[in-house]
C-alpha cells in the first residue's frame, strides 16, 4: 500500500513530529511505502530528507502527483498548519477527485480548538470531516464532540488509541540526568511538556507548595518543569505564542512567591535522546491540564513505566479510568494530598504501574498500525464499491 503522511516530521521539534514518525517506521516495516510531507523543509543531511519535504503547497501538489499514494493521511491541529492548511485541503481535495486519492485525517485536538474557535470551530471541523473520506481520533470523547457538533458522519469517525512509544528511540545508557542536574538522591517530580495556559502548571505549583507545608519528607523532592513555551508560525498563531510567554512568566513569579527557587527547576527543550532518562528518573509524572484531549506525555510515561498523576478528563480519564492515578482538574489540595501519597508510599506508587499492562496491550504500536491499516483498507474498498456514495465497510 502507498501511503503519504501530511504532518509536521523530525527534525522539527513537535510532538505530532515524533508520533509521525513512528507511524512511519512501523509502516514500513510491515512493507507499505510511506511518503511523508513535513510541515517545515528538513535541512540537508537529515536522516529522512530523501522522503519529506516542506509544506509549500506546489510541492505537495507534485509530490502527491508522483507518489500516487493510495491514502493521503493529514496528521492536523491548527497549531501545526496554521493559514496554509486552507490551501492544502484544495490541493488534496482535488487528488482526491483527479488521482481518486483516500484522504484520511487524524484530528488531535478536537475539544480545545472548536472552543476555542467556537462556532466557527464547529464549522471548520465539519468541512474538513467532508473533504476527508475517514476521521481517526484518539478518544471517544472526540467522536462524540465530532458526531454531535460538528455534524460529521459517524460511520466515517474512527477511535484508534494514542500508540505508546518506543524505548529503543532513546538513550539507555546510564543516566546522567541526575548528576547534570543536582538531583542526586532527590525524589523528583516532572511536568514535561509545552508550557500552555490549558496545562495547569499554576495548579501543580501551588499544589507542590501545598504539600511541602503538609509533609515535611517532602522537602527533599524537586518539582521539574521540562519543557518551553511553543514557537508559533508568524501571523495569528502568535498571539497564543504570547499568550504562553506570558503565562510562562507568571509560573516564573509563581516559584518566587512560593518561596520555591531551590526546589523548582525550569529545564529547556529535552532533546529526544533525554526523553527516557528524564522519565526512568523521575519518581512521578504529573499532567495537571485544566483542558486535554490525548497527550503523548502520558503514552511516555506508559511507556517508561513511571508512576502518573493526571486530570480527570479527556484522553487522562479514558486511559487511566478505574486507577488511582486521577484527580479533579484545577484541585490543589486533592493534587498535593495526591503527590504526597505516590511519594511516601511505595505500594501506591508499585500498584500505579502495576495497572499499565491493561492499558498498555492495545497501546503497541503495532496494535495501532494494524488498526490504521484495516481503516485504510476499509476506506479503500467503500470507494471501490460506491464511488462517492462515502459508506465505510470498516
Sequence with gaps: MKILFVSPYPPAKDGLASYTKLLVGQLRSEGCE??????????SGDSDASSSLGLNIRRLYAAVGTARPDVVHIQYTIASFGLIALSMWVVLGMAKVRLRTKLVVTFHEVKRETALLYGLGALYY???????????????????????????????????????????????????????YGLERKRVILFFG?????????????????????EPRMTETRLVIAGSVRPRRPGLLKIFEKRDCKYRDKLHAMVDTFGLTDSVQFVPYVPEHQIGEWFRSASVVVMPYTRIEQSGVLNIALTC????????????AETLSGTNALVTPGDEMELAEKIILVLTDELVSRSLVEEYDAICRERTIEAVTTRLLEIYRGTLIAGIACPGCGRDSA
Excluded at 509545552?194 to 503538609?214: C, E, P, Q
Excluded at 513505566?305 to 487522562?316: H, W
Design 126 to 180: 465539519r468541512l474538513m470531516g467532508g473533504i476527508a473520506d475517514s476521521v481517526t481520533v484518539h478518544t471517544h470523547e472526540a467522536v462524540e464532540l465530532l458526531v454531535d457538533r460538528c455534524h460529521i458522519a459517524r460511520h466515517k469517525i474512527h477511535y484508534v488509541p494514542h500508540p505508546l512509544y518506543v524505548n529503543s528511540v532513546w538513550s539507555v545508557s546510564p543516566s546522567t540526568i541526575r548528576e547534570k
Design 34 to 43: 510511506v511518503t511523508v510531507v513535513g510541515t517545515r523543509t528538513l535541512a
Design 194 to 214: 509545552y508550557i500552555h495556559v490549558d496545562k495547569g502548571i499554576d495548579h501543580l505549583l501551588s499544589a507542590f507548595s501545598l504539600a511541602r507545608r503538609l
Design 305 to 316: 513505566r513511571t508512576p502518573i498523576i493526571a486530570s480527570r478528563l479527556g484522553g487522562f
